[in-house]
């Protein structure tokens, strides 16, 4: 049984809930082009490094290369002592991504950045300066494809709309106090679950009781989806990132969960996915 609001260490049961749906994450794998000269796949914030160890069981091109980052070393010595994929597999794991980037331009692959549910968190934990950082590994890294799949609504969800007196009943009465711990420390971070936007952003992690006092603390809905098609136009004049494939959709198992534990259907997406190529812009000889 978990205490609700005491710090959660279990490293592996926290993988544990971001490999699942794994499938789903991989959605971009029969979206890419054929590549002659294979893939480099750059899994940002990689984790215990479960997205590599499933890319490397499904992709046998034996030119494909594997990097998975992520900022904690502890993370990372995980992902290299989880690691069961095939022995051969060219699969690298680092925590200094000085020790990735510019080594990887001289290379001959395709080469993929995946962020997956990993935006939200680079807002949620970033300073100002590193937020700055992050953006300009994603647009100015010269990346082939930028993949991402994250939470992220649309900027006509706000707080400018108040629910109605039903949806409020339901958040606040209609979870037999199992929630309400939640409810008051949720409310305390972000305002009222009268406004539609902390309403959804509530119902996405409500369950997390295992790891409440992080999952409350972290900004779920740090961006918007518009937002991040205007981030990815911040690129050096002579190349540019293309939307090839844009999904925006809400997660099976939350809305059955949230349907049955508070008895509310949402109707608004939270989730995106979305695939970026780079294109090379012809510059004028007099530019």
């Known amino acids: 049984m978990c205490e609700i609001g005491k710090e959660f260490k279990n490293l592996n049961l926290y993988n544990s809930e971001m490999a699942k749906g794994m499938e789903d ?22 984790a215990d490094g479960a997205m590599i160890n499933a890319l490397t069981s499904i992709c046998n091109d034996e030119n494909n290369w594997y990097i998975g980052y992520d900022i904690s070393e502890t ?34 692959q395709k080469k993929v950045l995946i962020l997956s549910s990993v935006i939200h968190e680079v807002y949620s934990y970033g300073t100002e300066e590193s937020i700055i950082k992050f953006w300009n590994y994603v647009t100015n890294s010269t990346f082939d494809y930028i993949v991402i799949r994250d939470m992220c609504p ?26 309400d711990y939640q409810v008051k420390t949720f409310e305390a971070k972000f305002g009222s679950l009268w406004y539609e936007r902390n309403m959804y952003h509530f119902l996405l992690k409500y369950r997390w009781k295992v790891n409440w006092n992080r999952e409350c ?41 949230i349907k049955e534990d508070i008895g509310i259907e949402l109707d608004q997406y939270t989730h995106i996915k979305a695939i970026f190529s780079r294109s090379i812009v012809k510059i004028d000889e007099d530019d």
């Open 154 to 179: 649309s900027n006509t969800l706000t707080n400018d709309k108040e629910i109605s007196h039903e949806l409020h009943d339901k958040l606040i009465y209609n979870h037999d106090g199992d929630y």
């Open 25 to 46: 994450k991989l959605f971009f794998l029969n979206k890419l082009p054929k590549s002659d000269t294979g893939y480099l796949f750059v899994d940002f914030g990689c």
């Open 217 to 257: 603390n972290e900004n779920y809905f740090p961006i918007n989806y518009q937002d991040i098609f205007e981030k990815m136009k911040n690129t050096p004049k002579y190349y540019k990132y293309n939307l090839d494939y844009f999904e925006r959709f809400r997660v099976p198992f939350l809305d059955k969960c």
């Open 75 to 108: 993370m990372i010595d995980l992902a290299k002592t989880n690691y069961h994929g095939p022995s051969k597999a060219e699969v690298h794991f680092y925590s200094d991504w000085r020790s990735i980037y510019p080594g990887i331009r001289c290379m001959s």
